[in-house]
């Protein structure tokens, strides 16, 4: 059987050497060199900067404290317990450490890890592998677990629940159930749509958090500790202007920091100024509130095409001939969290917030 895996690259810390991380879990030098590195967009795909700069450690993390308290006391109580964590439920717009917590949660607990998605789990004979090769206590992560087809989460319910799974043999007259006992294990779940999640489901974990965005405070102490492990002469103005460039996201923060890099090592001698900065980031087309062009024309098609709503967020995606799940995941979360843009039952509306910030009239 062909089991497609999303590859995240886990680096062994010093502990595990590389112990705990199962093959969907760890390096995979060819599939991160191929790897794209878009500069100044808010997607990065796991690559080699990305391996360097994700934390290892829960301590490593910035923020999140809430979400950090919970699970540490979680994992406290596994631990003196023997027994695994229950099931985490993360959720929050993409960039924001959903997997990053994932990645780490393992190595606290000293646990395997591995790493599937929802889209490539077609059928539930393709999640068999991955639940029979759990090991007592290791951790299985699935992203984007809202996009798994729903006879794949129903065969999930029982092993969620019950560690066991029941698996038809033959067909018609014919079939029987083998009934499967699997080891006691920890799924953890990443959503950017905690929304679409089926009770069931959603009930079936035991701690569910929201990750929500970065202030501006916590983004300079993530850019100024990447700058320190990429070696790179970062200005305390020029981290500041970055994180406030960023939309409250760490990966975002990530990417423009190392598009400034790169154009401060192309521009000038290396160092990254002030002035280097906002040059650099200009040039991409990113405001100074961290919009970018994608977001403005998102606004734009909204107040011109479509006069400033309600429009649905199908019509607004056709005729940006960009997908709606784009839109709704990566553009109109931080529109509608910093008030340009409001959900109605009847579709989007753009605020007068976002007809000033655009220079046109309501
Ligand atoms: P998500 O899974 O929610 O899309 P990731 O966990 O992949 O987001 O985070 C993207 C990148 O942002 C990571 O590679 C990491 O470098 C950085 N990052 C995320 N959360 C944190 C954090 N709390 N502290 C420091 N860096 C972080």
């Given at each position: 059987m062909v089991r497609e895996r999303k590859i995240i690259p886990i680096e062994p810390d010093d502990e595990d050497d590389g112990k705990n991380a199962s093959k969907g879990g760890g390096t995979d030098e060819g599939?991160?060199?191929s790897s794209i590195h878009v500069p100044g967009s808010g997607i990065m795909a796991?690559?080699?900067?990305?391996?360097?700069?994700?934390?290892?450690?829960?301590?490593?993390m910035v923020g999140q404290q809430e979400v950090m308290d919970v699970i540490q006391i979680a994992m406290d109580a596994a631990k003196k317990r023997k027994e695994p964590l229950g099931h985490i439920l993360l959720d929050g717009p993409p960039g924001l450490g959903k997997t990053t917590f994932a990645t780490c949660i393992p190595r606290e607990m000293g646990v395997k890890v591995d790493m599937t998605s929802g889209p490539v789990l077609k059928a539930p004979k393709e999640m068999i592998p991955y639940l029979t090769n759990l090991e007592h206590?290791?951790?299985?992560?699935?992203?984007?677990i809202h996009r798994l087809p729903k006879p794949v989460e129903e065969f999930l319910y029982t092993a969620m629940e019950d560690y066991r799974i029941d698996i038809i043999l033959g067909e018609?007259?014919?079939?029987?159930?083998?009934?499967?006992?699997?080891?006691?294990?920890?799924?953890?779940?990443a959503t950017t749509r905690a929304g679409m999640l089926s009770a069931p489901l959603r009930d079936r974990?035991?701690?569910?958090?929201?990750?929500?965005?970065?202030?501006?405070?916590?983004?300079?102490?993530?850019?100024?500790?990447n700058a320190t492990k990429l070696n790179v002469s970062l200005n305390s103005d020029a981290a500041i202007e970055i994180a406030k460039r960023a939309r409250g996201t760490p990966r975002i923060a990530n990417n423009r920091f190392l598009w400034v890099r790169d154009y401060a090592m192309s521009k000038a001698d290396g160092r990254v100024s002030l002035d280097i900065a906002k040059r650099a980031l200009d040039m991409m087309g990113i405001d100074e509130i961290g919009l970018d062009r994608q977001d403005r024309r998102y606004l734009e098609t909204l107040i011109r095409v479509f006069n400033g709503g309600p429009?649905?967020?199908?019509?607004?995606?056709?005729?940006?001939?960009?997908?709606?799940?784009?839109?709704?995941?990566?553009?109109e979360p931080f529109l509608l969290r910093s008030?340009?843009?409001?959900?109605?039952?009847?579709?989007?509306?753009?605020?007068?917030?976002?007809?000033?910030?655009?220079?046109l009239l309501a």
């Open positions: 599939q991160e060199n796991p690559g080699e900067n990305d391996t360097v700069l994700r934390p290892k450690r829960i301590a490593d206590g290791s951790v299985l992560f699935i992203d984007e018609g007259v014919n079939a029987r159930t083998l009934n499967l006992q699997l080891q006691p294990f920890t799924l953890i779940g974990f035991l701690i569910r958090q929201h990750l929500g965005y970065y202030s501006v405070d916590e983004l300079i102490e993530i850019l100024s500790r429009a649905g967020v199908e019509a607004i995606a056709h005729t940006m001939s960009v997908s709606a799940d784009t839109l709704e995941d990566e553009v008030e340009y843009v409001i959900r109605t039952q009847r579709g989007r509306c753009a605020t007068a917030k976002a007809y000033e910030m655009l220079k």
